[in-house]
């Protein structure tokens, strides 16, 4: 009964002390230049994964085979697929391809099946997250051309570039999107 104490004890300790990571000063640095990217509202972010709900018809169709080597029901390589969200001042542009279901209601157009907004967004909120090194920007946006289906986004950049894009919709199931985030440059005229 005792060695069960001393065990438990020293597995609690442990399990505390591995909670809590030590920043480098590059680390520190690598922070603020994201914050800093995200603050001067000029980013671009391209993804490379799809990562839709897997749900019962989404494995039927990865179980017929369609899907292409490397892919499952909840990972798809987007690497070939345009896409982009793109933040330029206040407006956000985004052009996602989507993976999944209609939930209800929504027209279908042909055309534009995916996930596009070029807009500014209502409740945008920037989060910063110090403990973890994170940035967090969440807000709500309209579909361009589906105007019944409206989405809730939640990104979270990491000092590494890579990103996370969670699209939350109104009428289809959820997606969530990983790549890189950049500065955007400027096009010439």
Do not use: W
């Not at 157009?109 to 997250?129: A, S, T």
């Amino acid at each position: 009964m005792k060695n069960l104490f001393l065990y438990s004890t020293l597995f609690v300790m442990l399990m505390g002390c591995g909670g809590t990571k030590e920043f480098t000063e590059q680390d520190n640095q690598d922070y603020r230049n994201l914050q800093d990217l995200v603050a001067a509202k000029t980013f671009e972010i391209i993804s490379n994964r799809a990562i839709p709900t897997a749900t019962a018809a989404m494995n039927r169709v990865a179980n017929s085979r369609l899907m292409g080597p490397g892919n499952s029901a909840n990972n798809i390589d987007i690497t070939t697929n345009a896409n982009y969200l793109k933040v330029k001042g206040d407006s956000i542009q985004g052009f996602l391809p989507f993976f999944g279901e209609q939930n209800f209601g929504g027209g279908y157009n042909g055309n534009h099946n995916g996930i596009e907004f070029n807009d500014v967004p209502k409740e945008y909120e920037v989060i910063n997250n110090d403990k973890k090194h994170t940035v967090d920007i969440k807000f709500k946006i309209e579909d361009e051309y589906r105007h019944s289906d409206r989405y809730e986004v939640q990104i979270t950049l990491y000092p590494n570039n890579r990103s996370t894009i969670r699209v939350e919709s109104s009428a289809r199931t959820s997606i969530e999107y990983t790549g890189r985030v950049s500065k955007l440059e400027e096009v010439k005229e």
